[in-house]
């Protein structure tokens, strides 16, 4: 196991002490959800950041690992050329709902390309490539801290109180030991890559398509193989044998209740606002 | 009398395949009894342990023939959740069956999914992580376990769940040699508690240690039952070696000691070949060996200056290594499960730098830090323990080519280096094969086949015969030590002490992210202090020598050297 294990801890539990691990599963699974919804409605950055910005202190106080975000700049930068192509053809005012349309069909900057000719940058568009930019990192920011926090069998604990059926316990079970055995797996696989001469090696679309069909296909095949292995494994320890006994009596706290019925009251509100209103729209 | 399994004219086939994976197995297991079922691989005795509990055809389908009866209750008619409660399995990989995010968690996992009451599931939790010895590490990351305490917890997993019967699947196969006696002790003391049926499966490398520990072995080949009965009397009766699995050394060399006319008997008990080893060798003169190992004294291929490194997640795997790894070299690179080896590889083939400003790993002179990996793997690279993790083709000849034509070879310099490598690892039926459909033992000639192909001058082969057969192992060590005379630097990692003291030239013993011993094979084997530091054990031919006085000061590293010893005996 080795190296590999001590590498990847990357999204997955970790026992620690804090604030947000003492809180019940539901309360963070409410709450991520809550901020998870938002982040994927809003397009206003205006929205977004605050969103962003409880994603970073409920981080800090589950303590989840700095190199953890090292992925999200990874993701921001990857999403860059994406955003180029959304910033500079989201121009027709049409598309934006709440800001005035001479702003957002007013020129940024305009820029000159060969062959395609003058190319303008909306503010229109520029509001659009920055939502896009930072949605998907968001989204991260607001699930770290509940993989962080939230070991599956507490998860499962809590979940079967309210006599979830053990399949979709099972998906969740899979999901959860998916993830970070994807990592795992995927850093291994691209390491025995690299040690056979594979690199990227090209900006050409075609080669680097070819390139990652090894990686893709190890890939499939590993989770394949491992969705297989955790079948097994959880049927060996008779899993969907019985009702499932938890082993911690996790009992809601007069806090966990307070910050169950604050979020779900914020995203009530807040999916009422941006469908009534367009918060939160551009 | 009770039997606690009964198995009667069982055959299995596996859908879509037309050889049937068993044939008219009948077999029964008394209560209490300790069974081994001994075959190489591919011989069915996994299939025949997914029998047991449901897996096999619930989950894998097959057709089945005939009954299996355990704890009294019918496979066939019921499902694995409900056959858990009767027969528990731990299969050979343990990383695989761990599912929750601690070990108390995941110890608890089964016992939760019984129905059983509260006290009584934490009670089990307690019992069974005192006798894996796993108290203490509730709070720790499965995944983060060395492998013998990753298999302490599968066992403990199970254990939890209390069934009357457990079955292991090669138990050993991951473990170094202190792992591999606490586990058997494990299962020493699973079985004397409450009288438990234990049955496990052994393909031939640790033989040495399940042996003693049978009540009574099973002897499959190619899906039959091949031999029954008293562990000394199969072993005595040669059946092992007949169907592949190999024997202890201490066995093999007894009856190479009958063939040239001494009157012992044919055991692997130690303490008895001892014994007559001290009758045969009193008052004689001995024989001696031809020093045949020569440590490689050719230019410096890689050098690690105070090397030292440390994981994000804090734990320091190496602390200052320093090593030198020379031309011609055939080296063995040893030390328990979790003491650096890995690591050191990785720093090797330059995947890892060093985390002190002052570490270096020079390959070819050069600093691994103003290298890039690509042309540092044109002179060192390494093979993996799980062949699976190295093949990301769909044909064999495709999956060899890979690592050429990344590595700029032209296509006939491919093309020659597929040819040549299909060759070398009699490869040749399998080119236009499906790797997904391959074998273990050819997976892991492939993986040998695809890095030896990219021609490096230095190669780390990570465990190069676990889960192997006998004749499979022998292949694989026979072509390393053939590139070696060819010129290869080879090192080999594993935790087989038998075969590193057989093939290598000079050992480096590691242990907690340092270097304890590294020196010529004998010298390093020799020095009992430094092994016990390390959790290792010498080869077990060695320890024979050393329980007969006479025989002490040889320091033999191999079952030929023994040989000769007895060979130039005279009056």
Redesign the interface.
């Known amino acids: 196991m080795g190296w590999v294990g001590e590498m990847a801890v990357f999204l997955e539990y970790a026992h620690r002490d804090t604030f947000y691990h003492r809180l019940h599963p539901i309360t963070k699974l409410v709450i991520t959800l809550t901020l998870f919804i938002l982040a994927g409605l809003y397009w206003d950055v205006r929205f977004l950041l605050p969103i962003a910005l409880i994603g970073l202190l409920i981080s800090y106080i589950a303590k989840v690992p700095a190199r953890w975000f090292l992925a999200i700049v990874g993701i921001m930068v990857f999403l860059i050329p994406f955003v180029i192509i959304g910033v500079l053809t989201q121009v027709n005012p049409l598309l934006f709902k709440v800001y005035p349309r001479e702003f957002v069909s007013r020129e940024f900057f305009t820029v000159t390309l060969p062959v395609i000719g003058k190319v303008g940058v909306t503010w229109g568009g520029l509001l659009w490539g920055l939502a896009f930019e930072l949605r998907i990192p968001i989204i991260l920011l607001c699930i770290y801290p509940f993989i962080y926090s939230t070991s599956f069998n507490d998860l499962v604990n809590a979940l079967s109180r309210y006599n979830v059926p053990y399949q979709l316990l099972f998906i969740l079970m899979v999901a959860y030991r998916f993830v970070p055995v994807t990592v795992r797996e995927t850093m291994t696989i691209i390491t025995a890559l690299r040690l056979r001469g594979w690199e990227v090696g090209s900006r050409n679309p075609k080669i680097v398509f070819q390139r990652f069909l090894p990686l893709a296909f190890a890939l499939v095949r590993t989770l394949v193989k491992m969705i297989d292995e955790v079948n097994t494994a959880a049927r060996i320890r008779a899993f969907g044998a019985s009702k499932y006994t938890p082993i911690r009596q996790l009992e809601m706290q007069t806090l966990d209740r307070i910050l169950i019925v604050f979020s779900l009251t914020l995203l009530v509100l807040a999916v009422y606002l941006l469908f009534t209103q367009n918060m939160g729209l551009i | 009398m009770t039997y606690a399994v009964e198995i009667r004219d069982y055959s299995l086939t596996f859908l879509g395949q037309s050889r049937k994976a068993l044939k008219n197995i009948n077999l029964k297991v008394r209560a209490g009894e300790v069974l081994g079922i001994v075959g190489p691989a591919g011989s069915g005795k996994t299939s025949l342990l997914l029998s047991l509990?449901g897996?096999i055809p619930?989950?894998i389908p097959a057709l089945q023939e005939g009954s299996i009866i355990v704890d009294g209750v019918n496979t066939m008619e019921h499902d694995?959740?409900?056959l858990?409660?009767h027969v528990?399995?731990v299969?050979d990989?343990p990383?695989?069956?761990?599912?929750?995010?601690?070990v108390y968690?995941d110890v608890?996992?089964?016992?939760?999914?019984?129905?059983?009451?509260?006290d009584e599931?934490?009670r089990r939790?307690e019992r069974a992580l005192e006798v894996s010895r796993l108290k203490g590490k509730e709070?720790r990351?499965p995944?983060?376990?060395?492998?013998g305490e990753?298999q302490s917890l599968a066992i403990a997993?199970?254990l939890a769940?209390d069934p009357p019967i457990i079955a292991f699947d090669e138990p050993l196969s991951m473990l170094d040699p202190v792992g591999k006696e606490t586990v058997i002790k494990l299962l020493k003391n699973i079985a004397r508690e409450r009288n438990r049926t234990v049955i496990i499966t052994e393909s031939g490398p640790d033989l040495e240690y399940t042996l003693p520990f049978f009540d009574r072995i099973v002897a499959l080949r190619d899906g039959e039952m091949v031999a029954e009965g008293d562990p000394e009397q199969l072993v005595a009766s040669g059946v092992l070696e007949i169907i592949g699995v190999g024997e202890p050394q201490v066995t093999t060399l007894l009856r190479n000691l009958i063939s040239q006319g001494h009157a012992v008997r044919v055991t692997a008990n130690m303490d008895f070949a001892a014994s007559q080893l001290s009758e045969i060798v009193n008052g004689r003169v001995l024989g001696s060996f031809r020093e045949r190992h020569n440590a490689g004294v050719g230019n410096i291929i890689l050098k690690m200056e105070n090397v030292r490194y440390v994981?994000?997640?804090g734990?320091e795997?190496l602390k200052g290594v320093s090593l030198e790894i020379r031309d011609g070299d055939m080296i063995g690179l040893v030390g328990s499960n979790?003491s650096g080896?890995?690591?050191l590889c990785?720093h090797a083939?330059g995947?890892?730098k060093p985390t002190n400003p002052d570490g270096r790993v020079l390959v070819m002179g050069r600093d691994t830090k103003n290298m890039k990996?690509?042309e540092i793997?044109r002179h060192v690279?390494?093979v993996?323990q799980i062949p699976?993790?190295?093949?990301?083709?769909?044909r064999v000849d495709d999956e060899i080519a890979?690592?050429p034509?990344?590595?700029?070879f032209t296509p006939s310099e491919t093309r020659k280096a597929v040819d040549a490598m299909l060759e070398l690892f009699s490869l040749g039926d399998y080119r236009d094969s499906y790797i997904?459909h391959l074998p273990r033992n050819v997976k892991r000639l492939l993986s040998l086949a695809?890095?030896v192909a990219?021609g490096p001058s230095l190669l780390l082969v990570d465990e190069p015969t676990t889960g192997l057969d006998r004749k499979t192992s022998e292949k694989v060590m026979n072509i390393l030590e053939m590139l070696n005379r060819q010129g290869v630097t080879i090192v080999i990692i594993s935790h087989n002490m038998e075969l590193v003291g057989r093939y290598c030239k000079r050992v480096i013993v590691m242990d907690n992210g340092r270097i304890l011993a590294d020196g010529p094979a004998r010298e390093v084997f020799a020095d009992d202090e430094k092994l016990r530091c390390a959790n290792l054990r010498p080869p077990q031919i060695m320890r024979l020598f050393k329980m007969v006085p006479q025989l002490l000061h040889y320091n033999v590293l191999s079952l030929e050297e023994a040989m000769e010893v007895f060979s130039g005996m005279g009056g």
């Open positions: 509990n897996v619930n989950d694995v959740a409900i858990t409660k528990g399995v299969l990989t990383d695989t069956q761990l599912l929750a995010a601690t968690d608890a996992f089964g016992p939760s999914n019984l129905g059983l009451a509260r599931i934490l939790v709070l990351n995944l983060q376990l060395s492998g990753q997993g199970i769940m994981y994000p997640s734990v795997a979790g080896k890995t690591t990785m083939v995947v890892l990996l690509k793997t690279n390494y993996y699976d993790n190295m093949l990301f083709q769909e890979f690592g034509r990344m590595m700029g997904m695809c890095i990219t």
